[in-house]
């Protein structure tokens, strides 16, 4: 079975229960129905911008030097390392060094993956997310039991989805 039928038929099987809210009432079954396609599509984007970010990433990463098995051998430890040597003497001046390495470290960071933060694979389900709850709150019809349920369901499913299409096959 493909994996388009695969899940066509996973998303049919898991709306059969759910269409039996609507014997409970239509502001249950929109509830949950809005606040589950919500999670669902917020969980699917953010695992596939965060895998493509990923991916982008390995293709940057510089490979260091590494010691051969002779010298994993003789000094598994570093203990007779040149650089040992040269460590700086005053642990506080150490210290400011690292936390002036880490501040730089957060802005560059943040600017690199800021365009996973702004994806849109992200925006667009939040966006859709704030809608549906906007649009369900004028109408009179949230039910906030049903919508944080579904909310939680969607998560799950939306994870359960993005294993099969993104995380599941690293070789893509």
Known sequence: MTKIKRTALFIVLLHLPIALLLVISDATFA???VAMLSGAMITMGSLYAYRNMIHSKVG???IG???DAID???D???LYDDERDMEIADVKEMIKAEKQLQKKAILENTV???SALISIYRVIPYVFFAMGFVILQNSHMMQLLAYLVGLGYGIVIGYLIAKEWFIGHSSD
């Open 65 to 67: 030097d590494h010691k």
């Open 72 to 74: 994993m051998m003789e």
């Open 31 to 33: 509830s949950f129905e």
């Open 112 to 114: 690199k993956n800021g």
């Open 76 to 78: 598994p430890y570093d």
């Open 60 to 62: 940057e990463a510089e």
